[in-house]
C-alpha cells in the first residue's frame, strides 16, 4: 500500500471523514452497494493479444508476445510465462519512473501466482523441440490510470490478452527432422494458447475487521485499513489469497469473501469468455479493435 500514501496528499481530513462514515453506514461516495463493482469495459486491439481494460477510472493496456527460446534444464519441454507490469508516473504522481517500484513487482507477482500455481496456461503445449526450443509468452501490464483497484482491472486486462493471443504455427523439417521452421500467419493460421480457466481475482478493502466493500477506489483505499484478494475460478477452486494491511481479518470473514469472489469469478468469466469469443469472430476477420461493456 506504499503508493496510496499520495492519495493523503490531495485529500483534506473533512473528505477522509466523509468517506470513512459513509463506508461505516455501508454507503459509497459513487452510489454502489458495498459488494458491487464499477463499470468494467473490455477493447481488444488490433493486433493479437493486445486489450485495454477500463474499472471506473482505473485504466490498464496490456499485450502478450512470444519468442523461441531454449528450456530451463528442469523443465526440458515446457514453455515460459513471463509478466512485466510498468507504473508510469501519468497514472499516479506517486508512481517514479525508472525501475519498478515495491508495488508494481508486488501487482505482478499477485497475477503470476495465480496464473502459475494453478496452472491455468498450458506451458507444455509451448514446446517446440524438446530440451532445444520453447516458447516464452511475456505479458507487459501498463497502468495508465490509477483510479483505485489496480490489481483487479490489471488481472482482468491480462487474462483477456493471454485469451486472444495467438503464436505462429512451427514444424520441424530437414534431413535429420530437428530444423525447426517458423510460418508466417499468411501461410499457417496461427495457434491460441491452451487457457484451461480463468483465475479471476476479486480484492475486498476493509474499514474494519466486519465491515467490508468490493472494488474500493481511489479515495476508498486511501481511508482503508486493510485489503484482501481472492483469486477464484468459475469452478470455485482457490488459486492465490493475498492480505495487506494492518487489520487482521477472521477465518469466518476470508470465507465470507471467498463466497461472493467466487460469485464474482464465475459471473466474469463467463463475460470474459463470451467477449472474447465475440471479438475473434468479428475482431480477427476484419482486423478492427473492439471494445465490450462488461459491468
Not at 475460478?233 to 470465507?255: F, H, L, W, Y
Amino acid at each position: 500500500m506504499e503508493q496510496r500514501l499520495a492519495n493523503t496528499w490531495h485529500m483534506s481530513i473533512n473528505e477522509k471523514k466523509f468517506i470513512e462514515t459513509a463506508l461505516l453506514s455501508d454507503l459509497r461516495t459513487d452510489g454502489r452497494r458495498p459488494f458491487d463493482y464499477r463499470e468494467l469495459t473490455i477493447k481488444f486491439g488490433r493486433k493479437d493479444g493486445s486489450t485495454e481494460v477500463q474499472l471506473g477510472q482505473t485504466h490498464v493496456m496490456s499485450f502478450v508476445t512470444a519468442q523461441l527460446v531454449q528450456p530451463y534444464r528442469d523443465r526440458p519441454n515446457e514453455g515460459s510465462l513471463n509478466i512485466y507490469t510498468e507504473f508510469s508516473p501519468m497514472a499516479d504522481p506517486s508512481f517514479e519512473a525508472g525501475r519498478p517500484g515495491e508495488s508494481a513487482i508486488e501487482l505482478g507477482r499477485i497475477i503470476d501466482r495465480g496464473l502459475r500455481e494453478s496452472r491455468a496456461v498450458d506451458t507444455e503445449s509451448l514446446c517446440v523441440l524438446a530440451g532445444k526450443l520453447v516458447w516464452s509468452v511475456r505479458l507487459d501490464l501498463h497502468i495508465l490510470d490509477n483510479g483505485g483497484n489496480l490489481l483487479d482491472a490489471a488481472n482482468v486486462a491480462a487474462l483477456a490478452s493471454l485469451m486472444t493471443f495467438r503464436r505462429p504455427v512451427c514444424t520441424l523439417g530437414g534431413e535429420d527432422g530437428q530444423e525447426v521452421v517458423v510460418h508466417p500467419p499468411e501461410v499457417q493460421e496461427p495457434l491460441p494458447l491452451i487457457v484451461h480457466h480463468l483465475p479471476i481475482a476479486v480484492t475486498f478493502g476493509f474499514m474494519t475487521e466486519n465491515i467490508l466493500v468490493v472494488d474500493p477506489t481511489y479515495y476508498e483505499e486511501a481511508v482503508m485499513k486493510g485489503k484482501l484478494t481472492a483469486t477464484i475460478n468459475a469452478s470455485e477452486d482457490v488459486c492465490a489469497i493475498q492480505k495487506a494491511g494492518e487489520i487482521g481479518v477472521a477465518p469466518s470473514v476470508v470465507m465470507q469473501c471467498l463466497r461472493i469472489a467466487a460469485a464474482k469469478a464465475a459471473d466474469l468469466t463467463s463475460k470474459i469468455e463470451n467477449a472474447g469469443s465475440l471479438f475473434q469472430r468479428r475482431g480477427f476477420e476484419t482486423s478492427e479493435s473492439f471494445s465490450c461493456v462488461l459491468w
